[in-house]
Structure formats: structure tokens, C-alpha cells
């Protein structure tokens, strides 16, 4: 059984550049949430994605935007950098039940981003 | 809104003496809570969970938890840590979609 994968593990970008960040779930896994951690905090929810379809956002502007294919992958897009949007970015993957919650989310390794 | 309060940034501790890592969170609903470990330059490994059932939780490597209700507390103990647990140590709330809201996490220093 595969874990969550991410790619790629550290990217220097520059302020107003756009980036893409990829995450693999764990096999068996239909939902994908991504957090951003910075430097000497806890991780803050950005979304979650279910079946494809967001389902779930948190207090994060309409830059930050995500996609998640039909093998349950996932994307996060980030337009318009800024300096604050240096951080570790988590992607989580879970199998979610209808019915069910408190469904354990299994982390990636996430990737370093530096904004200049 | 659900949050979670760690109270320690720093817990400095000897090899082989006793731990616990505090939290406290708040919600108007029944809630999940989490303790996630994340050793360096890595990312977040559950170490256990508080769905329902019992108030004292097990998880891995010798951790335990206790769900106190009237306390809106989860604190973290364990009777004898090694240089091994040296970590950030987060503590979550489930959020509704399975999402989680965490604490600024408590920093385990442990030397010998």
C-alpha cells in the first residue's frame, strides 16, 4: 500500500509567479485536504476535495485553488505569490463514508515553498 | 467556529521522566480530537484519536490520552519519554468534512 506522496518536495518562486503543487492520495482514499503550515504554527485548512468537487473551504482567497482527478490525485494552485505564502504545504488523504466522521486523515510529506 | 488551545510552546524534559503535552479546545458540537506528531523537515503521523467510547485513549509509541468533557481537555501523557520523542506535537479537532483545526503545536524537547 502506497502512502500519500507529494511533489515536489522544496520550490524558490518569486512574488507574483504562480505555482502548482501535487499530491498522490493512498490507494483506496476518495478525499484530499490540503493545510498550509507556517513556519512555527499549526497547519490551516485551505479545502478539501470529495469525488472532484470541493467540498469545503477555509479562510483562504479565491488565489488558492485546487483540482482533484478521477484517481482521487490532487492539485494545489496558487496565483499571484506573496511573501506570506512561504510555507509548508500538507496534503491529507482519507476515505470518507457516508455517515461517518472523524475519518483519519493520512499526511504527506508536503512541500517547502519559498516565495522571494 | 471549533479551536484548539495548546498551552506549552516548549516542553523541556529529562530522558526517562513523565510528559504530558496540554490541550484544550472549544465547540458547541460533539467533537473528534487528534494527536499528530511531526518530527523534523516530515510531515504529520497520527499518534492517536478520540472518536467516542472510553476517555482514555492509547496510541503508538507509548502515548495515551484523556477526554475530559466537563475540561473541554486532551492532554498527552507519557510515563517515560526517550530521546526519540523529541517533536512538535499538534493537537486537532474534527471540523465537519473531516476536516482538521489544530493547535500552534508544543515543541518536546527531550535530553538525556
Known amino acids: 500500500e502506497t502512502g500519500v506522496t507529494q511533489s515536489p518536495t522544496h520550490l524558490i518562486k518569486t512574488r507574483g509567479q504562480q505555482v502548482t503543487l501535487r499530491c498522490s492520495s493512498q490507494?483506496?482514499?476518495?478525499?484530499v485536504s490540503w493545510y498550509q503550515q507556517a513556519l512555527g504554527q499549526g497547519p490551516q485548512f485551505i479545502f478539501q476535495y470529495y469525488r472532484e468537487e470541493e467540498n469545503g473551504r477555509g479562510n483562504f482567497p479565491p488565489r488558492f485553488s485546487g483540482l482533484q482527478f478521477p484517481n482521487y490525485s490532487s492539485e494545489l494552485n496558487v496565483n499571484a505569490l506573496e511573501l506570506d505564502d512561504s510555507a509548508l504545504y500538507l496534503c491529507?488523504?482519507?476515505?470518507?463514508?457516508?455517515?461517518?466522521?472523524?475519518?483519519?486523515?493520512?499526511f504527506g510529506p508536503g512541500t517547502r515553498l519559498t516565495v522571494l | 467556529a471549533q479551536s484548539v488551545t495548546q498551552l506549552d510552546s516548549q516542553v523541556p524534559v529529562f530522558e526517562e521522566a513523565p510528559v504530558e503535552l496540554r490541550c484544550n479546545y472549544s465547540?458547541?458540537?460533539?467533537?473528534?480530537l487528534f494527536w499528530y506528531v511531526q518530527y523534523p523537515n516530515q510531515g504529520l503521523q497520527l499518534l492517536l484519536k478520540y472518536l467516542s467510547g472510553s476517555t482514555l485513549v492509547k496510541g503508538i509509541n507509548g502515548f495515551e490520552a484523556e477526554f475530559n468533557k466537563s475540561q473541554t481537555s486532551f492532554h498527552l501523557r507519557k510515563p517515560s519519554v526517550h530521546i526519540s520523542d523529541t517533536a512538535e506535537y499538534f493537537c486537532a479537532v474534527n471540523s465537519g468534512y473531516s476536516t482538521l483545526t489544530f493547535g500552534k503545536g508544543t515543541m518536546l524537547l527531550v535530553s538525556p
Open positions: 465547540s458547541s458540537v460533539s467533537v473528534y
Open positions: 491529507a488523504s482519507s476515505l470518507a463514508l457516508v455517515g461517518t466522521s472523524g475519518n483519519e486523515q493520512f
Open positions: 490507494s483506496g482514499h476518495n478525499t
